[in-house]
């Protein structure tokens, strides 16, 4: 489910339905002067300063000047133009039925523009940019720091990314540096330039915040969050680190007033060089498919399952007929490494299986019923992404406060399962956890149970938690409850 304070930035269709509608596609400029000359350069080199403190020591700091004054050319301004349906965002939804009754034809498609940033990894002309920034576009313009201007044709995008390629007809262009986000570092200094609101090549500073943020929209990005200052127009822009290699592509921010709120989200640049060579390469992009949906493990579900800390990616759901159902994972079970690295978060699991190709195989250590297992599977193609899964609050103090029953037979078909119990009426700590009347349970700290009994000889033997597997509908989730 999409969390309403998470905006884009900028989505174009909203920006372009706040601005004008004119309906004019916007014109090709083509300026004088002569093309920028593409060179290799070498990565800027910290300076360093004294150290406030004193004492002789020093303190390394970036030279963000000179990564601006190195890079900044290779970063362009993307305006873009087109048609959004009426009733898409940032048009009147009722503008259609008005026409209507007025008896004048409707108007099924609203005239847009907008506005993005983008940067220059080839002297060819080849430019990466937001999906979002040129979705629905029918005319793409591309802006360099001399003021020459290109139209673009966009060579493809992935929505699910939020990865899109463009190419100019130019060559001799300035391009950046690329780095390597995996080895970024929390508390890194990095730097952003774009165009917020339109001003052009505007650059502005902070720290990574965080690695490997899953976010509630409808990508399986390991986002890079920072407190870099970035607003509608800096979509699509770069994410330099102080050597002045880029790290990431901005593109989107946390804010409940629509603009910029100290928290700002990148797409990780090992990432984004993927999905271009895929779209430069073959015109569109594969996605590897695991098929589980997952969720955090706090300290409740922790004690539930017998693990020594909270870490790892606890299996809510397998699809059937998956990869990871064919290589055998379980819900309940909780995986705590994959090819060797450690899931310390749900969201690094998305983060591994969004790098990895179809065909590729994960080696998994997963924790099951107190024990160690080791599964192996095979990533299928897919445009879905690994679903994630929001927990409830934690419940506190002692019984459950659940009365149960078995579940008959025309329930049992109804909802697609072959065993469970449903929850009659709730209170205490089920209650505060989340447990509502009508929830099935499935599973018991992992178990299956089809009898009342069951649950209650599974709950006697926990001596802290226990988490319950809830079906609710079609969603299916672990509700840790703490019982003392």
């Known amino acids: 489910m999409k969390n309403p ?21 916007v014109e ?33 700091m970036p030279d963000f000047p ?45 005239p847009v523009r907008g506005m993005g940033s ?36 966009v060579l493809g995008s992935d929505p699910k990314t939020d990865i899109a390629v463009l190419k100019i007809n130019a060559s001799n262009l300035p391009v950046v540096t690329m780095g390597s986000s995996d080895n970024l570092r929390v508390g890194e200094w990095v730097l952003a330039i774009g165009a917020p609101f339109g001003f052009e090549n505007t650059v502005t500073a902070g720290v990574v915040s965080a690695k490997g943020r899953s976010l509630p929209d409808d990508s399986a990005v390991p986002f890079i969050q920072t407190d870099v200052a970035v607003n509608p127009g800096n979509s699509g822009g770069p994410l330099f680190n102080a050597r002045g290699e880029v790290v990431g592509i901005n593109s989107q921010i946390y804010s409940q007033s629509g603009g910029y709120q100290g928290v700002s989200f990148a797409i990780p ?18 996605h590897a498919k695991l098929g589980v949906a997952v969720q955090e493990v706090n300290q409740t579900l922790a004690d539930s399952f017998g693990l020594d800390r909270p870490e790892g990616a606890l299996v809510a759901n397998v699809e059937k ?39 590729e195989r994960l080696a998994m250590d997963v924790w099951r019923a107190g024990k160690r297992v080791r599964l192996t599977a095979e990533l ?25 029953r078995p579940l008959d037979p025309q329930e049992r078909q109804e909802a697609g399962v072959r065993a469970g119990v449903v929850v009659e009426d709730v209170a205490g700590p089920a209650e ?10 499935l599973a018991v700290n992992g178990t299956p149970v089809s009898t009342v009994d069951q649950v209650k000889t599974v709950v006697e033997k926990s001596q802290k938690s226990v988490a319950l597997l809830i079906q609710r509908g079609e969603d299916k989730i672990f509700v840790p409850i703490r019982i003392g």
């Open 5 to 25: 304070n998470l905006k884009a930035a900028p989505l174009v269709l909203a920006l372009l339905g706040a601005g004008a509608v004119g309906g004019a596609a």
């Open 28 to 60: 090709m400029l083509h300026h004088g002067g002569a093309p920028a000359t593409a060179a290799v350069l070498a990565p800027v080199q910290p300076a360093t300063v004294p150290s406030p403190n004193g004492g002789g020591s020093s303190v390394v």
């Open 66 to 110: 000179l990564i601006t004054q190195r890079y900044g050319p290779a970063v362009v301004n993307i305006s873009v133009s087109g048609h959004a349906p009426a009733g898409a965002e940032g048009g009147d939804p009722l503008e259609f039925f008005r026409q209507f009754q007025r008896g004048g034809k409707p108007q099924r498609d609203v």
């Open 118 to 153: 983008g940067f220059i990894v080839g002297a060819d002309g080849i430019i990466l940019t937001n999906a979002h920034v040129v979705k629905d576009a029918t005319d793409v313009t591309v802006k360099l720091t001399d003021r020459r201007e290109f139209k673009a044709k």
């Open 269 to 286: 640049i090992d990432l984004a060089s993927r999905i271009k060579d895929q779209i430069i390469a073959h015109g569109k992009v594969e």
């Open 321 to 359: 007929g998956s990869a990871a159902d064919r290589s055998g994972l379980q819900p309940g079970d909780v995986i705590r490494t994959v090819n060797g690295k450690p899931i310390i978060s749900s969201g690094d699991l998305p983060a591994i299986v969004g790098l990895s190709q179809p065909g």
């Open 380 to 404: 299928t193609r897919s445009g879905d992404k690994v679903a994630a899964a929001t927990a409830p609050a934690d419940g506190s103090g002692g019984r459950l406060g659940l009365a149960l």
């Open 432 to 441: 505060a956890a989340g447990v509502e009347p009508g929830d099935i349970v």
